[in-house]
């Protein structure tokens, strides 16, 4: 098959910019996982999975890939590494009155 036609992986889904960007260029086989702990991305990223039957989110890290893939083969992987803006201004938050709290991951 062609490019358009693969397995890609978003490993850092955030809310779901890139992960709309590659549907758009996959073609209608194309498949795309995507990947992400903040309960914010997985609520976002689940809406998304309703628009588009090729796309399946992780809530999980994407340490994680190996495992819950269960041995597809993937012909491509984005990882957009670091903080989004949208985690900046919600979640890390800093406050003189709590203890300072660095997770996207709230249950972890």
């Known amino acids: 098959g062609t490019l358009a036609e693969g397995l890609y ?4 889904f955030g809310r779901g910019g890139h992960s709309r960007s590659v549907l758009a260029r996959l073609a209608p086989t194309g498949r795309l996982r995507a ?3 903040d309960p914010r991305a997985i ?10 039957p090729r796309f399946k989110i992780f809530h999980r890290p994407f340490g994680e890939m190996e495992e819950a893939l269960q041995g597809e083969e993937v012909d491509g992987v984005l990882m957009d590494l670091g903080v989004s803006n949208n985690q900046a201004e919600d979640d890390l938050r800093i406050s003189d ?4 709290d660095l997770r996207l991951n709230p249950s972890h």
């Open 9 to 12: 992986v978003d490993g850092t």
């Open 35 to 37: 990947f992400d702990v």
């Open 97 to 100: 009155d709590t203890p300072l």
């Open 43 to 52: 609520e976002v990223a689940r809406a998304l999975e309703e628009e588009d």
